[in-house]
């Protein structure tokens, strides 16, 4: 399996992005997905996951605001972010994961990564 994260930028406060992770070769193995983020001298930390196609999981200081979707169709992950705010700012990476067992907001339970996508808020 193989991802490919896209869609970062630098947006003001206030603003929106949407982040897209491609996920090519075999992508049926991608169970599970989710979002993290790194932050310079910061851990990696969960953003959001989504399991089963449906069930979604989001960090509380992101909720209400990001929007995880999956396009299977497409083979594609979606990160609708709104609202952003400085704090925002981060290196996003897209992860799966081949079983929906375990601590999706764990990042050592996902067997893939993406490279990352740079995302930039200015206040």
């Known amino acids: 399996v193989q991802l490919q994260a896209s869609g970062g930028g630098l947006v003001q406060a206030g603003g929106s992005l949407r982040l897209s992770c491609a996920v090519s070769g075999r992508a049926n193995s991608a169970v599970g997905m989710g979002w993290f983020r790194q932050a310079p001298g910061k851990e990696r930390e969960f953003v959001a996951a989504i399991r089963r196609g449906t069930t979604t999981y989001y960090t509380d200081s992101v909720k209400g605001r990001f929007t995880i979707s999956r396009d299977n169709a497409k083979n594609t992950l979606y990160l609708q972010m709104n609202s952003l705010k400085p704090e925002d700012t981060a290196v996003y990476y897209c992860?799966?994961?081949?079983?929906?067992?375990?601590?999706?907001?764990?990042?050592?339970?996902?067997?893939?990564w993406g490279q990352g996508t740079q995302v930039t808020v200015s206040s």
């Open positions: 992860a799966a994961d081949r079983s929906t067992y375990g601590n999706y907001a764990a990042p050592e339970e996902y067997d893939y």
